[in-house]
């Protein structure tokens, strides 16, 4: 239901805003758990994602809609019972829908990324985000440590979960069509039980998943001279 929402509110939003870009975001995250940590689980890796940008034109608030993959790397260690061992990893399909505010210029008709050449780099380009989003996210555990375990790994699982992120980043014009934006931001995602959570491979619950992560996003935008006006 959450989902045909979004999607009809973007075909709705789409011919009033008159203006649009295309964009890839890739993160590089740091997951911040104490339970994944304590069980063992890998939690830093990178997100890679697929956007699409329109602007609510009164005020300097754009919106990014994304799709992406995240996933964590895969860390085995020689001595898979040493306490730095991780034994396995997260994945996930993220839906995000990035909102970005313009504080100091926020009832400004910026034209971005033409600015850059205007010398109003902070004024126009920094910006605070908030991204909530829906992710279907996979755990997958490779080993456990302790006896008696369950049958044989991997033991993996699936839930739907809700993800809310909040960050800042700063617009920076490449060219009249090309913007680059290094971002940096913090999220937490909700509470599930897991298969295979615990470090002897039995069932848990993730309560505490959180993640800092810096990217950068470039975004296209396509020539005015071209675009459909309304």
């Not at 994945?91 to 995000?96: E, H, N, S």
Request: net charge negative; glycine share 8%; charged share 20%.
């Amino acid at each position: 239901m959450m989902l045909t929402r979004y999607i009809i509110s973007l075909v709705l939003l789409w011919p009033v805003t008159g203006w649009c870009q295309f964009g890839v975001n890739l993160k590089y995250f740091s997951g911040q758990s104490d339970l994944l940590d304590a069980y063992q689980l890998s939690q830093d890796g990178v997100h890679l994602a697929v956007e699409y940008g329109f602007r609510y034109k009164p005020k300097r608030i754009e919106f990014h809609p994304s799709i992406g993959y995240r996933r964590t790397f895969d860390h085995e260690d020689e001595n898979p019972y040493a306490a730095s061992a991780k034994h396995g990893y997260i994945d996930a399909l993220d839906l995000d829908f990035h909102t970005d505010f313009y504080p100091f210029d926020f009832a400004g008709d910026c034209d971005c990324p033409t600015w850059a050449k205007e010398g109003q780099f902070i004024k126009k380009g920094l910006f605070l985000e908030v991204s909530p989003g829906l992710s279907i996210q996979g755990l997958t555990r490779t080993f456990y440590v302790s006896d008696p375990g369950p049958p044989d790994v991997p033991i993996t699982s699936t839930n739907l979960l809700w993800k809310l992120s909040f960050g800042a980043g700063i617009d920076i014009g490449v060219s009249e069509q090309v913007t680059i934006t290094p971002i940096f931001s913090w999220t937490t995602v909700s509470k599930a039980e897991w298969e295979g959570l615990d470090a002897s491979g039995t069932a848990g619950t993730l309560d505490d998943q959180t993640y800092l992560a810096l990217g950068l996003r470039m975004i296209y935008k396509p020539d005015s001279r071209h675009r459909r006006r309304y």
